[in-house]
């Protein structure tokens, strides 16, 4: 998987982005529907310094990226 993508609804660490599905009423009609990664901007460390970058929660909680307070 590549990571470090420039797109803003992917996550820079683990690229987890918007996926689709569908919205069902009680009388079992479907409407599509996008899903978003919850993303945060955030300052992190990288091998290259600090950079502002779009991060999902699941990353930051779970110490895959470094978060710079």
Do not use: D, F
Not at 29 to 54: C, D, F, H, S, V
């Amino acid at each position: 998987m590549k990571k470090g993508g420039m797109n803003v609804a992917s996550c820079y660490a683990c690229g987890k982005k918007k996926t689709t599905g569908n919205n069902v009423s009680h009388a079992n009609n479907r409407t599509k529907r996008q899903i978003m990664p919850n993303l945060q901007r955030t300052r992190i460390q990288t091998e290259a310094g600090a950079k502002r970058a779009y991060v999902c929660t699941r990353c930051l909680r779970s110490g895959t990226v470094k978060k710079i307070v």
